[in-house]
């Protein structure tokens, strides 16, 4: 039995964190009669993939395939290990591609799934819209700010749509913690940290017979075809500060430098970024590759509170000291962490009821049960082709993801400060 407090209490949590996993806006286009059929339509959607490899396979491939309507026609990859195991994936029938001009004029398909080396995404994603197919292009959306444009542009033309591979966007411990943020379990948001530490050379194995192979199966270590760890991995990061506040940077600075890995490679293989943001903001970053102690995980700092987002699928919150309790506080599941106490981030605490709407960061199973991001960044790409919904991570979103990290890679290389202007992310 509760007490009339208590009852209040438990009201508010159910009310305060529960509606935390409720759908997110209703701009997305997202319909409780599309979302409860399993998948939507039954309409079958034809989907060709251009780099069957080990993101493009083991991530968006292997996630697609489980989704209803969903059939892979067409695989295209220029080393033919990827392009075999990628038509293993697709299953029978799939026709296998080396050109992926080829695969454009030859096969009949709707959707074109790309996850190639990064300086490669424009002009592939260019091709397949003008082609007449919708496109999911894998972040960061292109290598140079003037590719995101031509992108967007070409999206344009073609009246299809342009999804790019943030799947964090999808993710719904992202989304409940979004929600708790603007209800101001934070206060007001001062400072974020970001980073991603790992301890390794980022370097693949090339097959000794064929060492030719080392600027193809090593892209993200060259300047021609990789945006280095701010576009591999600040992408993600940055992505979610400009997300979470809604606003983009109006500077950055920085230093970063290639003092480890001595072995040919031409990016940094150490990133230190601070940006500025509206409303005097500051957001650090860094990414490193010799020591892994801290992991990676966003950190957003507010007057009342710090949300820790970590491994994509971990939400902590931790009070300040001196903020007024919350009235759901005292129900919620808390563990101790480093010797403070933290309320753990549940998406699923609060099962949806019969009917009832769900964004495209939200649990899509019949149960509740949490899905994986990558499964539910491509079912919302899928639902707006046979829907005409909007995309919620399109083009535009993609570009000033693309230009926060671009332009701290040209503020570190220059030693300068380096201000955002609206040229950088208008078309």
Not at 132 to 161: N, W, Y
Not at 198 to 210: C, K
Not at 397 to 413: D, F, I, K, P, Y
């Amino acid at each position: 039995m509760y007490t009339e407090h208590e009852e209040l209490s438990r009201r508010e949590f159910i009310k305060g964190v529960g509606v935390a996993a409720a759908a997110f806006s209703a701009a997305l286009g997202s319909t409780a009669a599309a979302q409860e059929a399993k998948a939507g339509s039954d309409r079958l959607i034809r989907v060709g993939i251009i780099g069957p490899g080990n993101q493009g396979r083991k991530k968006l491939m292997a996630n697609a395939v489980r989704i209803p309507g969903v059939k892979f026609t067409a695989v295209c990859d220029i080393q033919s290990s990827n392009l075999e195991a990628g038509l293993e994936v697709a299953g029978e029938g799939a026709k296998g591609y080396e050109d992926y001009r080829e695969m454009l004029d030859k096969e009949d398909f709707e959707a074109c799934i790309i996850a190639v080396p990064l300086n490669m995404h424009a002009p592939l994603a260019i091709a397949a819209l003008q082609a007449g197919k919708h496109v999911f292009c894998e972040k960061q959306m292109g290598r140079t700010i003037e590719a995101c444009k031509d992108m967007l542009r070409a999206q344009r033309a073609s009246g299809k749509l342009l999804q790019i591979g943030h799947q964090r966007r999808y993710n719904p411990t992202y989304h409940h913690a979004l929600k708790l943020m603007k209800q101001g379990v934070l206060g007001e948001i001062t400072h974020i940290r970001a980073l991603w530490h790992r301890n390794g050379s980022w370097r693949r194995r090339v097959p000794n017979d064929h060492p030719e192979l080392e600027r193809l199966i090593n892209w993200r270590l060259y300047e021609e075809s990789s945006a280095g760890l701010m576009g591999e991995l600040g992408s993600h990061q940055l992505d979610v500060c400009n997300w979470f506040l809604d606003s983009t940077p109006l500077a950055v600075t920085g230093f970063g430098g290639l003092d480890y890995w001595k072995d040919g490679r031409e990016v940094y293989d150490n990133v230190n970024c601070v940006f500025e943001y509206p409303n005097g903001v500051r957001i650090t970053y860094t990414s490193i590759t010799t020591n892994a102690y801290d992991d990676y995980y966003e950190q957003i700092m507010g007057t009342e509170g710090t949300l820790i987002l970590t491994h994509e699928d971990e939400g902590l919150l931790f009070r300040e000291r001196r903020a007024e309790k919350l009235l759901w506080e005292k129900m919620a599941h808390k563990e101790e962490v480093g010797g403070k106490q933290a309320i753990v981030l549940d998406a699923s605490a609060t099962p949806k009821k019969k009917g009832e709407a769900r964004g495209p960061g939200e649990a899509l199973g019949e149960k509740g049960e949490q899905e994986d991001p990558y499964y539910l960044e491509l079912f919302d790409f899928f639902r707006c082709i046979r829907e005409g919904g909007e995309i919620f991570c399109d083009g535009e979103v993609g570009l000033r993801s693309a230009a926060t990290c671009l332009l701290a890679n040209e503020a570190m290389e220059k030693r300068q400060v380096i201000e955002f202007n609206e040229e950088h992310f208008a078309v």
